[in-house]
């Protein structure tokens, strides 16, 4: 597998202005898998990727505290893929799930891609950021997106 494309389609940044106390999360969840034609790849297929990447800011004082803030990009990933490494992505997308193997480089890319450009606008709004950029070693469990 080889990411061949990376595109941001959307970008969203609000802060609430009662902001105290924030607890910060950073999620990517995959949106969508589906076949791309790229006449450029011969023997390799390719499949445009959907996602969503977000910092959420909550009050952690607050049990059912609504979001503080938040900075998220959406976008899409073009993967080469051999036959086999697709019909893999394909069969497991159907359970809404990313093959194993592919989540961790997926998720490092998105992060790096869009932890930069996340911490310019956390400055614009004068949120704070959660240096340094995180990256992916293990996924304990793939549901957890």
Not at 29 to 43: A, C, R
Not at 91 to 101: I, L, N, S, Y
Not at 109 to 119: G, Y
Not at 127 to 139: A, D, E, G, N, R
Request: proline residues 6%.
């Amino acid at each position: 597998m080889k990411i061949i494309g990376f595109n941001i389609s959307g970008i969203n940044a609000y802060k609430n202005p009662n902001f105290t106390n924030p607890s910060i999360s950073t999620n990517i969840e995959f949106t969508n898998v589906e076949k791309e034609k790229l006449e450029i790849l011969k023997d390799q297929d390719a499949l445009k990727t959907t996602f969503k990447f977000s910092v959420t800011y909550k009050n952690n004082k607050e049990k059912e505290s609504k979001n503080q803030g938040e900075v998220s990009f959406e976008g899409f990933l073009a993967l080469a893929l051999s036959k086999d490494e697709s019909k893999e992505f394909t069969k497991a997308w159907k359970k809404k799930e990313v093959p194993e193997r592919a989540v961790i480089p997926l998720y490092n890319f998105i992060l790096r891609k869009c932890s930069v450009k996340a911490l310019q606008i956390q400055e614009d709004l004068s949120l704070p950021s959660h240096m340094p950029i995180p990256q992916v070693k293990s996924m304990p469990n793939q549901n957890q997106h």
